[in-house]
């Protein structure tokens, strides 16, 4: 499933990019303003590889990327928020390198240029099934307010489970296309404590279609396994009630004695 970040965020960004204060020229080489925040973004430049590949989160309407962060770059900002380098592709096909702040809590991000000082009117709520979203159900885990996103106490059997073992498209069981047309799982079953862990194919996923499900035998929820890329480390995400007659419900009923 393609998430798509609404772009509606664009046009504030553009419009904060060209403010006087950027637009003032500045040595960027000088002792005066080497370590100004004005010359952040362009000595970080140098910088910028130690923070992995580029991922792509936002997507115009043609689904061309213009949105992208930096995983490894993620930084604390408080108990609840942290941030992100991230990169966007303006209407002129300017690239223009920024922060993503997050706030867990709140359930709001800020995108903004290199230079340009937090503004409490710019920021916005996340919208749903966006990539925004997806980073925030990825990285809100690690934050004080992860029980808004799902990880509370009582669902943590499902989503604070060991790494599994292995790709999903790998498992040597039978691939059983379910009812509804819309994937397959394994019978490869994997048992643990008040759930049960299968692969999964799904019809609607290009890019990666196998995943890992962790689906629950007490009640309607199963968790996803997620790992944006390469450069870090796979997360569970918080549990999702499946529907009815879905594929969650079919397996449950099959192998959860």
Not at 4 to 32: Q, R, Y
Not at 120 to 148: H, M
Not at 184 to 202: G, L, P, Q, V
């Amino acid at each position: 499933m393609r998430l798509l970040l609404t772009l509606v965020f664009l046009p504030l960004v553009e419009s904060i990019i060209h403010s006087p204060l950027m637009a003032k020229g500045i040595n960027c080489d000088s002792t005066v303003f080497r370590n100004h925040e004005l010359c952040k973004g362009r000595n970080s430049k140098k910088k910028s590889n130690q923070y992995g590949n580029w991922f792509p989160f936002g997507f115009d309407k043609n689904g061309n990327a213009v949105n992208f962060v930096q995983l490894l770059s993620y930084k604390k900002l408080n108990k609840n928020s942290f941030r992100l380098k991230s990169r966007f592709i303006s209407t002129t096909n300017e690239k223009i390198e920024g922060k993503l702040d997050i706030n867990c809590e709140n359930k709001d991000y800020y995108i903004r240029p290199n230079g340009v000082m937090s503004q409490s009117r710019n920021w916005a709520g996340i919208p749903k099934g966006s990539g925004v979203e997806l980073l925030s159900k990825y990285f809100c885990k690690r934050t004080k307010a992860k029980d808004k996103w799902g990880y509370t106490k009582r669902t943590s059997y499902l989503w604070d489970h060991s790494i599994p073992l292995g790709n999903p498209a790998h498992t040597s069981g039978e691939w059983v296309q379910h009812s509804d047309g819309l994937g397959w799982y394994n019978t490869e079953i994997r048992k643990a404590n008040n759930s049960i862990i299968y692969a999964y194919f799904s019809k609607s996923q290009t890019k990666n279609p196998y995943s890992w499900v962790n689906n629950s035998c007490i009640e309607n929820l199963s968790s996803i396994f997620f790992q944006p890329n390469n450069s870090v480390s796979g997360e569970w995400l918080s549990p999702r009630r499946g529907r009815v007659g879905g594929a969650s419900e079919t397996v449950r009923k099959s192998y959860c004695q």
